[in-house]
């Protein structure tokens, strides 16, 4: 308890509510999709908390309270997916800088993409369970990607480089 009241987890807990904001924001003013905060905020998160726990539960609470204000229904593909960029968080964790948060935000981003646009998660319906279906699913998928991708750079640099002004 005595680790949650030091000025290095109340700052960083300001950035995690900042970067969560993000994600509410666009659905009050225009918005280009899936350009948020959130995947950086799963790196961030995986990179800075020194309590694992805490590293995967600040992320996925601020996408539930979220997804619950923006009335948006819970994806477990989505939670896996920010799971992983959790992970990818702390593989930079103790080698953070420029070129390894450029590395994590687009491994992070991919790895979220193919998990969720995987079309065997979907119904057949909506793409068909074999390689059309996949491909096509994926194609669905590349703007979407790419405005994460971006989001992912942009907010990572706004995150990380924050944190190292704020704590010096």
Excluded at 35 to 53: D, H, P, W, Y
Excluded at 116 to 133: E, K, Q, R, V
Aim: aromatic share 16%; glycine share 6%.
């Amino acid at each position: 308890m005595k680790d949650l009241l030091t000025p290095r987890f109340i700052v960083l807990s300001l950035l995690v509510i900042a970067a969560a904001l993000t994600r509410a924001l666009p659905y009050l003013i225009p918005h280009i999709w899936n350009f948020t905060a959130v995947g950086a905020l799963a790196i961030f998160a995986g990179a800075q908390f020194s309590n694992r726990g805490l590293a995967f539960i600040m992320p996925l609470a601020a996408m539930a309270i979220s997804d619950i204000f923006i009335g948006n229904g819970f994806s477990l593909l989505v939670y896996f997916g920010f799971t992983a960029m959790v992970a990818c968080g702390f593989l930079v964790r103790n080698k953070i800088n420029v070129t390894n948060v450029v590395l994590a935000s687009f491994i992070s981003a991919s790895v979220f993409f193919l998990i969720t646009n995987f079309a065997f998660f979907y119904p057949a319906t909506l793409y068909p369970h074999n390689i059309s279906g996949i491909l096509t699913s994926y194609a669905a998928g590349l703007p979407f990607f790419r405005n994460m991708l971006i989001g992912n750079m942009v907010f990572s640099a706004v995150l990380f480089s924050s944190f190292y002004l704020l704590s010096k």
